[in-house]
């Protein structure tokens, strides 16, 4: 954001400047710098030069040792400032600007860099009062019209900040990073074919620029033309090749649209990009095991919770690939760790009580049951599978409870009619499970096939011919 004007008079000659440069870096390295340190205009030049560059490293070194120098000085408190600033270092750079400010109360620049620094630390209100200040002594102030822009913009007020960052497109400096923040606004204000049509100007003035072929292809995911997204994310990738965000957001795109192979081919160069990226790596595994690569996603997973070990969804994903493969016990541990992580997430409770079941621990799987059913009481399915659990348990009272809310929550969902009926069948309450066996059968025809394979048992012989003479 900052502009800087080199000054052709200076004492040194810009031509030598990088030699200069590479000679205090030696020396720096080597502590001669520290014993023989150059004066402070000398500090100066090179301070300028490295802010002009965008050698901020480097202008970070020496302006801390300008203002060392010349403590009194406001101009190198502001360059230390601006070097901290670049770096991202808010917090220092605002203390830094704080000094400048009382050596030089009436600089309007380090006014408005300060209000910049007590933007980016998020102390909205104070810098919009300096910013303001700075404004009513020179309303065309690029930095300061930008600062307020983005202070708008954090409050969400963006037909404000759409104004401002319209005006400061035809700067010659700042008018990309306008044009950036304008787009930015545009979308939030849903405004997105004018938000993709900037990324288009954009691209126009610039066809390699990677964060603009990004923004345009979050844009277009945003309108479901997950496609057009993706050779959006295709070009970003291509220009920067390290671009993590763009890998993640293709991989995303790909499997929306269900191709997961392409998807696991972005997620993998994604980590390829950065390697600490635990988002990625979930995605991949997540979507590993959605094409049913258990052994790898379970990887992918150890990975994440190894790196993390809040991620509640990890252990959740990684025990659903567990269950996947019959390992029942490993896939509980991870379901009761998700758990203490995260114990309202009805996902989990319903995943832990199917690997009890199927571990033959009932009692364990019905209060599981029941937990995620208390979590999520419109989970029909999960209803059923409790009434299932507690019929199977003796509990006959309960299980009917249940399948009458699958009843009553999906009556077009043959499963709980003919639940019900197993249920009655299990009390030999025949009578009672006719209307239930027919509506079921009435939805679902091939639940005769299960009828005539899993009544027996429960109906015994004299339930079956009763059943056979009643609705045959």
């Known amino acids: 954001m900052y502009e800087f004007e080199w000054d052709d008079g200076e004492d040194m000659d810009r031509k030598d400047l990088d030699e200069t440069l590479r000679r205090f870096r030696e020396s720096h390295r080597s502590g001669e710098l520290s014993q023989s340190p150059p004066s402070p205009e000398t500090l100066e030049n090179i301070v300028h030069y490295c802010i002009e560059t965008q050698k901020f490293d480097d202008a970070l070194l020496f302006s801390h040792m300008w203002k060392e120098l010349v403590p009194y000085s406001a101009d190198a408190w502001h360059k230390y400032g601006m070097a901290l600033s670049s770096v991202g270092r808010w ?12 050596l030089d109360p009436i600089d309007i620049d380090i006014l408005v860099n300060r209000g910049i620094a007590l933007e980016q630390n998020e102390r909205l209100d104070e810098a919009i009062e300096l910013i303001e200040k700075a404004l009513a002594v020179d309303p065309d102030h690029p930095d300061a019209l930008f600062s307020k822009g983005m202070i708008l913009q954090k409050r969400e007020r963006y037909e404000e900040a759409i104004r401002l960052f319209s005006y400061l497109q035809r700067h010659e400096t700042l008018g990309r990073d306008a044009t950036y923040e304008l787009a930015f606004c545009l979308e939030q204000a849903a405004r997105i074919d004018e938000a993709l049509e900037l990324y288009r100007k954009l ?9 603009a072929w990004f923004n345009s292809g979050v844009l277009l995911g945003r309108q479901g033309a997950m496609r057009r997204a993706i050779d959006c994310y ?23 649209v269900g191709r997961l192979d392409a998807a696991i081919d972005a997620f993998r160069q994604g ?11 979930f995605e991949l595994g997540a979507t590993l095991e959605d094409r049913g690569d258990f052994e790898e996603a379970i990887t992918m997973f150890s990975t994440v919770v190894a790196s993390d070990p809040s991620h509640a969804m990890a252990f959740y994903e990684r025990g659903v690939c567990y269950d996947a493969l019959g390992q029942y016990p490993e896939a509980i541990v991870d379901y009761d760790r998700s758990i ?19 571990s033959n621990n009932l009692k364990g799987a019905v209060d ?31 299980a009917l409870r249940a399948y009458a809310h699958c009843v009553q929550k999906a009556p077009d969902w043959a499963d709980g009619y003919y639940m019900t009926a197993h249920a009655l069948s299990a009390l030999r309450e025949y009578n009672a499970a006719v209307p239930y066996l027919r509506r079921a059968f009435a939805l679902d025809p091939s639940k005769l096939d299960d009828f005539a394979r899993e009544f027996p ?16």
């Not at 691209?203 to 964060?211: F, M």
């Open 340 to 358: 203490e992580l995260n114990a309202a997430f009805a996902d989990v409770w319903y995943a832990r009580a199917d690997a009890l079941y199927n």
């Open 271 to 281: 980590l390829v990009a950065d390697p600490s990226d635990m988002g990625v790596a």
């Open 234 to 256: 295709d070009l970003a990738t291509v220009i920067k090749p390290d671009f993590a965000s763009a890998w993640f957001n293709m991989g995303n795109a790909h499997a929306t």
């Open 91 to 102: 917090s220092e750079a605002l203390a830094a600007f704080d000094r400048a400010n009382e």
């Open 368 to 398: 599981s049951y029941r937990r995620a059913i208390e979590l999520n009481p419109e989970d029909v399915e999960c209803w059923l599978d409790y009434g299932s659990a507690a019929e199977e348990s003796g509990d006959i009272d309960e």
């Open 203 to 211: 691209l126009d003035q610039d066809p390699y620029d990677a964060n």
């Open 457 to 472: 048992t429960v109906a015994g012989d004299a339930g079956m011919t009763y059943f056979q003479r009643t609705l045959m």
